[in-house]
């Protein structure tokens, strides 16, 4: 039962913070705090999402940040045809956040059906290294979109439309961040606890045992996979609402092992520990940056540190710890 | 000496302190803010941008008469991360903004700016979405539009009556880009058209088909590192004797020659300006730059410090205030200043009407690869896209 | 036909170069279980010395010997201090740590030397070209690095194959609590292992720097390519790395040499100019991703 | 030992027809045939490299024959993987532990249970809440003498504890046949002990394939046995048969036998 409380706990505490935060910072003179606070919680989105693979399913995947692009990609693309007065295949097209989220984040779940079925006949290393092989290509695939601005980028003239949220108002987008994020933490901690979560973690503690009780490795895997597109999908959606436009940079190699290093930092398996990993890590940067713009000779260490000492991760010993006995 | 002191102390103080430097901050001070990529391999770009900016500024803290405050900020060469710096200074009443090096975190900066309602006045890139039907009052470009360098290039394939050439650059916009400005101005034939790998630092393949295809010359645009590359691996192939290569400027800026040695001897680039400028301005500024910072001005710093002159003069004309926009504008827009290149006007949609130059690298008598003018290719040229720019 | 002849030999020559750096890498990762994303910067540290050490006394062999000996150095050192604590850690943990060492080799290499690139001239011994046969002349630089990753290639084959150290490494790729149970001394295996693979890397690095811009994350652009041919080749297997490094190189060179005209004689320009440009730059991946669906462990994996 | 009673009951359950596997020139099981009916214990011996792992990965589907057929309940499973020959009720033990460590005791016995028609998708219901799951899971604990430890997690069980873990999680998927690889590996005398009395309680029940080293063990519980020599079955038979078998006694049994 403590892990229990330790979640809610942890959950709870993060969550008064993420809440009381921009208030606090709005009575300071530091304009980049909401700004910093939204990019912490978009990318807690997609850890999260990374972790309930990584953590739970040791599906170390190296090209998360493909989900990432395509979700900012789709409803870009939508958005400059949609304002262009093009027509898509007879379609008018919309701004509506409420239709083309759910068809961006349809787009992720389809692509990693196609990449997970493929890239789960590999384990281990190789896995790692299919997901970043897919990846790259799509990267290039965004690079050479001449039409949507190849390497350069796609922008966005204003953020999508939602009734009665305006999304254009930073402090409504922040919260509206905030609270899918609660809603997809509460959704995976679910899907953990659920019987398919049950059979999915055995799956990554001894496959073996898991296949002679009758379990069928692939779909189990190829579900949270896909999930897991999904969710990382979404935070690409509200990042390219938040930047106000897209580039091919979000499918980089470099942002997928920014994730990894993310989900490995708040701690693996916790869901909550990759949000505090979050918070760290882009807070580090943000201050080291403002520090010297040296601060990869700080930022460097300080990851090898953590890599060596931080056994769990942030969050990880606490979290996992007082667990049965 | 004593301004070579006080500089190296400013510039030595932005380092170590990073992004906010406060030169003399008067309380009146007008905050410009002045996002650049210092880290990453192209931070020596930033580095000089920055530099040349300060020395304009000079060790009283003031641009023209006007008090000012740089707020560097390092954007990493990461379009989000400038986004987030843009945001911050404008939610900070920051109202002047300049020093971006890129044209993708130029796409990011641009918009948060004129949103703002604040100016922004461009250092180096002058990406074409700007320049045509989504041009802005209050967006300046005192460099030059990313096309130009590549049209003048053409027009110098003309007038080296080169026939038929074979054209390459990374495949990617600002490669394509390139090739197409080219095309516009060049009348000979183009006989093959070879897109390499963004990041690609081996070209003995497209070499190959270079010397089989044996043009008249080549054009060829790869930005930093790969244009090191291409330039060595040209030489070392033994092409650079039998097929002229004709470059844009920024693939081989004054840092890159360095680095590309005696490959570079003999190479065509088209430019808007040189260290070898026979003027006592240009002179002036490169001695001062070189004794300030010990290192040889890029085409960049000559930008950047004609930036910040063009500003110092607005600045001048206003008394320092910019609240009135409408009066800071139109003061701006005369580019009522002396520049270290040759004049300039702005075209309707703001970015400059002015000249340029054929130049060739060539040793000068210390035995140095220099940048040394050959001719004037174009004069007063205008972009192609000022056209489609319909201000209110 | 000359022409494809050449575009043959400059598939060899990448191939060469790739090998030089995926046999380290592919040791490394059999033998220890370590992914090591350093690898492409003691590539990097091998350029940087040999390129200032050629600057500082003007001697190509000298600056061979302190590129081998500065990236074997860092590359004993970065084992000592870092990887050495990671062996039995899960691959997370050795990505979080070499990415942070990557970052921190960088920024260090900047302050030190600065960001802008810096030069090395081609010795005058290898520049200028060979003529191989009437209308074939090939740079001698390139020929060079060819020789040398043959050389190597052979070395390796006769270290692996005919010593004791070769006979532990094979053995350590096959099993490592085995190599435990000989009571063979690890520490000295793996820092030997390691330390071999950054010095090729040195030799690579500075191999290719008076063809290279020697500039601070000339590493990372290589590294994945690198990563690419081992997973292609098999992990662990130094024949494997070969022969991914060939297949890789080969399938590059000729990828950019004939796709772009193959697809315009079939294809409407418009379509095949984009297609050719986006399948050359995609080409090792989807070679990669071809070769793990049909193998998924690679080509000569060396754990069975 | 008494003769096995020939009744109906004596059908066999698993039998193995010509089984075949080799790496390369080396045949690892030849010619394997061999049949499990039900009700009894059947013994698998042979010296350390006789095949016996190889067989049992055969058997379970972790490995693929090279010829010769594997069936099950009258039915030819050789070419069914090994999760679809688990669903249809061949529970198995591994020489080394395979268990889930992160799990609680009850939580495994609730996966085995919950993974009867191979695991639900229901990505909502938590299986632990599940009272009926809950109780049923109790009851496999109990059976393999287990009470007490089912909040313990898998991974602080002793070595004994997580061999009668195995067991449980096995039993509780009413399995057809139970292949055990070496229940008594590892184990102290008072532990192999315990594990014989359980077994042989569940002698019936289940008909067993039981791969084991100790011989005490497999005299005490076998009905028959099999003999297992470089892939080759040299001799099938009762207890007695077996022990008075000259050829079994020279190939492997000689002075370990008594």
Known sequence: MSRFNRFTLTGLVMLALLIIAPVVIAQTDWSGGLPLLTRIVIYALAVVSLDLIIGYGALVSFGHAMFFSLGGYVVAVLLHHTNMGDTIFGWEGTNSALLLWPLALLACALLGLVVGYLALKTRGVQFIMITLAFAQMVYFVLVSLQYYGGDDGLMMDMRNTMPSIQLDDPWAFYYLALTLLVVWVLFCRLIVNSRFGLVFQALRQSERRAVNLGVN??????????????????????????????????????????????????????????????????????ILTIWTEHWMIVMGPMLVLIALFGQQGMLGRYLKGGRHD | MELKGKAMRVGLLATALGTTMVAHAAAEALRIGFITTLSTPAGYIGEDIRDAFTLAIGEDGRLGNTPVVLEVEDDGLKPANAKQSADRLVQSGVKLFTGVNFSNVLAAVQPTVMKSGGFYVSVNPGPSVFAGAKCNPNYFVASYQNDAFHEAAGLAANKLGYEKVVILAPNYQAGRDALNGFKRTYEGEVVEEIYTKLNQTDFSVELARIRSAAPDAIYQFHPGGAGINFAKQYDNAGLKESVPMLVPAFSLDAQMVKATGDAAEGVYASALWTTEFDNDASRDFVKRFEEAYGRTPTMYAEQAYDTANLIAAALDAVDGDIEDADAFRAELAKADFKPIRDPFTFGPNQHPIQNYYLTRFEKNADGEIVQTVVERIAENHQDAYAKDCKMD | MILFIEQLLNGLQYGAFLFLLASGLTLVFGIMGVINLTHGTFYMIGAYCGALTVALTG???????????????????????????????????????????????????TLIVGRAPIFMNIPDFLSGSVTLFPGLAY????????????????????????????????????????????????????????????????????????????????????????????????????????????????????????????????????VADTLAAGLVSASIYVLMAFVLLVRPYGLFPARS | MTEAGVSAADVSVLSLDQLHKAFGALKVTDDVTLEVRSGEIHALIGPNGAGKSTLIAQ??????????????????????????????????????????????????????????????????????????????????????????????????????????????????????????????????????????????????????????????????????????????????????????????????LGDEAC
């Not at chain 3, 190509?60 to 990236?71: C, K, P």
Request: proline share 3%; glycine share 10%.
């Open chain 1, 217 to 286: 490795p692939l779909p189990f895997r190829l579900t949270a996979f896909v999930i897991s597109a999904v969710g990382t999908g979404l935070a690409g959606i509200l990042w390219a609402n938040y930047a106000e436009f897209v580039t091919p940079d979000m499918a980089t190699w470099a942002k997928s092992g920014e994730f990894l290093a993310i989900v490995t930092l708040g701690g693996l398996g916790t869901l909550l520990g990759p949000i505090a990993g979050a918070a760290v890590f882009i807070g580090l940067e943000q």
């Open chain 3, 59 to 109: 001697s190509f062999f000298m600056g061979l010997l302190a590129a081998m000996a500065g990236a074997g150095l860092y590359g004993l050192l970065v084992e000592s201090a870092v990887v050495r604590w990671l062996y039995n850690r899960d691959h997370l943990y050795q990505v979080l740590a070499t990415l942070g060492l990557i970052l921190f080799t960088n920024e260090a290499v």
């Open chain 3, 139 to 270: 740079p001698l630089m390139r020929l060079a690095l060819i020789v040398v990753g043959l050389a190597v290639a052979l070395f390796l084959w006769l270290l692996v194959n005919h010593t004791r150290f070769g006979m532990l490494v094979r053995a350590g790729a096959d099993d490592r609590q085995m190599v435990d149970a000989l009571g063979v001394n690890m520490r000295w295996l793996y820092m030997s292992v390691f330390g071999l693979g950054a010095v090729l890397c040195g030799l690579a690095g500075v191999m290719a720097a008076p063809l290279l811009a020697v500039e601070i994350a000339m590493g990372e652009r290589i590294l994945i390519t690198t990563f690419v041919v081992i997973v292609i080749g098999g992990v662990g297997s130094i024949r494997g790395a070969l022969v991914g490094a060939m297949l890789v190189g080969m399938v590059d060179s000729l990828g950019r040499a004939y796709v772009p005209q193959i697809l315009t004689a079939l294809l409407p320009y418009s």
């Open chain 4, 59 to 252: 058997i379970c589907g972790e490995m693929r024959s090279d010829a010769g057929r594997v069936s099950f309940k009258g039915r030819d499973v050789t070419d069914l993987s090994a999760f679809k020959r688990a669903r249809l009720g061949l529970g198995r033990s591994f020489q080394t532990t395979q268990l889930c460590f992160e799990f609680s005791v009850l939580e495994h016995v609730i996966l085995s249970l919950d993974c009867m028609e191979g695991g639900s998708f229901n990505l909502v219901a938590n299986p632990r809440n599940d009272a009926a799951l809950r109780e049923e899971a109790m009851h496999w604990i109990g059976k393999v003498g287990l009470t007490g430890r089912e909040s313990r997690q898998v991974a602080n069980l002793a070595h004994g504890e997580r061999r009668q873990l195995e067991l449980a999680v096995s039993l509780a998927r009413k399995p057809h046949v139970l292949v055990l690889d070496e229940p008594m590996a590892g184990m102290g005398a008072e532990e192999s002990a315990r594990m014989v009395d359980l077994l042989g309680e569940l002698k019936g029940e289940y008909p067993m394939l039981l791969v084991e080293h100790d011989m005490d063990a497999v005299f005490t519980l076998a009905d028959r046995i099999s003999v297992l020599v470089y892939g080759r079955v040299i001799f099938t038979g009762t207890v007695d048969e077996v022990r008075r078998n000259p050829e079994v006694r020279s190939a492997y």
